[in-house]
Structures are given as C-alpha cells and as structure tokens.
C-alpha cells in the first residue's frame, strides 16, 4: 500500500481525493489553514475558531459514510441567521470548543464521517495570508487575494506571497510528507490553497527531504495576481519551495461560452508554454471534467464553473505512481 499525499484546500484537494479514495492506497490531505472568506470567515471572526472549510471538503471527500450524511455535512443554510453557513462547518467549530483543540476536532470528524486516510491542517496557529505586488503594494486576506481584489489591481503582478505571523507545519503534516511515496500539490486556488500550504514554515524543509515523488496538477484558468501567467510560471513559483518530478496539465479544448464568463473576471486560460527539456517530465492528458458547474444560490464564495475531472486526474496520477521514472 502507497502513501499519496495531496496539499492544497478546497474544491481542488476534494475533486483529487474523490478520485483517488478507494484505490487501495494510503491517503492524507494536508490542507491550508488561512481561509478567511465566506461561512470559515464569519466562524473564524464570530467565534475565534480556525478556518474549518477547507478541512470540511476533504473530509467529506474520504469519508466512508452513506450519502446522507455527506448532504448533512455539507448542507448551506439558506435563511436567517445561519445563511451561507455549511453545517460542516459549524460542527467543526462546535467539536473545537468541546475539545480545545483544532486537531482533535478534526480527528474526531473523521470518526463520525468514517474517513478512509486522515485530513491533516498543514498548522494549528491562527495566521492571515498576505501578497506583495510588484508596485510594492500589499494585499491582505485570502478571501481578498482569491476571490475579491480591487478593480483597480486587476491588473497588478503578484510578487511575494507570505503569513502573517509565521506559523510552523504540524508535526502530522511533516511526518505525512516525510513519509510520502507520492505528493500531489494541486490544482485549486493557486496562492490561497497550494501556496498558502508552501510557505508554512517547515514545509519547504520536509518536502525537500521528502523522497517523495512530486507531481504538480496544472489548474485551468489563470486568477487575479497572474496576468499573462503561463504553465512555466507556476512552476516558477512552484519549485521555489520543492522540486518537481512531473507535471499535470490539461490539453482539451474548453467551452468558449464558459471561456467568456471567466473572461469578464480577467480569468483565461492556462497557456502551455513547457517544453521536452523542463527538469520534469510533462504529461499532457485529457483531465477536463465534462460537467460544468454553476454557483449555488446561498454560496457567497466563487467557485469554479470548469474543474478537473476526478477519475482522470486520479488515473493519471496512479499511472505515475507506479512508473519506474
């Protein structure tokens, strides 16, 4: 049995673990703790509890319990004083207050969900995700950085990404990657879930020591902070923190339609510019999921119309795993 470890958060590390749960594997998910936006925002502001949304999907994405129990758990809220919030995440943050601690909370989550490998916080500090941009501006919050950056920076160029304070990995999520036979970082929200995980102090360390292999899946669509960004400059960023053995990226064509939804966001696709000769070995494949997804009612956070595909990514990835490369 193999360890696979994903790092990153969010609808990203969900779609990964949803394809990959049930292969036989051994899986943990270390997820980015900085979240600040939507129903973890108001929870973590209301009752000084850590972001439990990102937490919640992977859970959710492993558990092992029937389907009602997963609607329960991801349940919106739709009315009153509840509305936006995800029953996930208020139990989470109930289970916080009754355990006085983050870890046990998830920890016990998992046993009510019956998960199939464990969800790990990549830190149990309370910390804020930060960019500087090339003008030397800086941009606080996650949900800023990702989802809400002033019209009048859409065209400002991310320089630096960091915490604020620094906060150091925990000690499940370094013995997680230490011991991992592959990593999988991505796809998901480029700064506010992969990069938010990298610059965890302690994290760059255990992945470089890590004999790991290392596999970074390509998200599809560029964001606000990456104007003209191509495939090489995520890896730029990228092995800034680690070194890559193989990269992920989709060669589909996309719905125009959608292509022009995104657009009037400043969102356009990830362009290929990679080449035979990257240190890494680039695999071009179809990972497209054909659904396309729309944005609940009650969901103040944007999300993602085009995603990967689960089954394909996890294909791909376990083609990987058991390459002699």
């Not at 129903?39 to 009602?68: K, W």
């Not at 070995?281 to 119309?305: C, G």
Request: with cysteine.
């Amino acid at each position: 049995m193999s360890k696979i470890v994903t790092i990153g958060g969010g609808t990203g590390t969900f779609t990964v673990l949803l394809g990959l749960k049930g292969k036989g594997h051994e899986l943990s998910a270390v997820v980015a703790m900085s979240d600040d936006g939507g129903s973890t925002g108001r929870l973590r502001t209301e009752m000084g509890v850590l972001p439990p949304g990102d937490i919640r999907q992977a859970l959710v994405a492993l558990s092992g319990e029937e389907q009602l129990m997963l609607d329960l758990f991801n349940y919106r809220f739709g009315k009153g004083n509840l509305s936006g919030h995800n029953f996930g995440n208020l139990l989470l943050a109930a289970l916080e207050k009754i355990t006085g601690d983050f870890e046990k909370a998830v920890e016990a989550a998992q046993k009510i969900l019956k998960v199939e490998g464990q969800v790990i916080p990549v830190t149990t500090s309370e910390t804020e995700l930060f960019v500087k941009l090339e003008s030397g501006q800086e941009v606080a919050g996650e949900n800023v950085i990702d989802d809400e950056p002033p019209e009048s920076l859409r065209d400002a160029l991310v320089s630096e990404i960091y915490l604020n304070p620094h906060v150091q990995i925990t000690e499940k999520a370094r013995q997680a990657i230490s011991s991992a036979d592959l990593i999988l970082l991505g796809p998901g929200d480029f700064w506010g879930s992969l990069m938010a995980n990298l610059v965890v102090d302690g994290v760059k360390e255990a992945l470089l020591n890590s004999k790991a292999k290392k596999v970074l899946v390509l998200n599809l669509m560029t964001r606000w902070g990456q104007k003209g960004f191509k495939a090489s400059d995520y890896l730029s960023w990228v092995e800034k923190y680690t070194k890559l053995d193989y990269v992920l990226i989709n060669n589909t064509d996309f719905n125009e339609e959608i292509v022009k939804l995104y657009e009037k966001d400043y969102e356009y696709p990830v362009e290929d510019d990679l080449g035979e000769s990257e240190e890494c070995l680039v695999i071009r494949s179809d990972l497209l999921s054909v659904k396309t997804y729309k944005q609940e009612e009650t969901d103040v956070v944007k999300r993602s119309l085009l995603r990967h595909d689960s089954a394909k990514i996890a294909e791909a990835v376990l083609e990987i795993l058991n390459s002699e490369l």
